[in-house]
């Protein structure tokens, strides 16, 4: 249908807004000094680290869930939360370095788990049975 966005392309944006999250903690270290003199330091903001990691766990939930409902494998749900478990221990308050370690970690993770579920959606044959 026009207009609308089919599950396989939300999976992709939320693939690429996780990346780009593991991508924004992997850089900021290096950055810090270079984006506000370009006028982006709004960049390295701790709103936008918080956007980032809002948005991309809401469109995991929600496409996620989509997902189950078609493929029934319980284990997108595991990855995914492996990699919230991983960014809530980087929010928690451990060094610096080891917050953008679980953060990029984290990230990558989330984004694994909208690709597995990309896969599982695309290769799915309905069926009655729960296959986990």
Known sequence: MKGHLSHSTIDNIGACLSFACAAHCMAAPLLITV?????????????????????AGAIAVGSLTWGFRSHRKRRVFLILGGALMLIVIARLGVSENAEVVFTVLGGLLLMGAHLVNRHLCRTCQPCETVDN
């Open 35 to 55: 984006l506000p003199l370009m006028g982006l330091g709004f960049i390295l903001a701790e709103s936008t680290e918080l956007v980032m990691v809002a948005s």
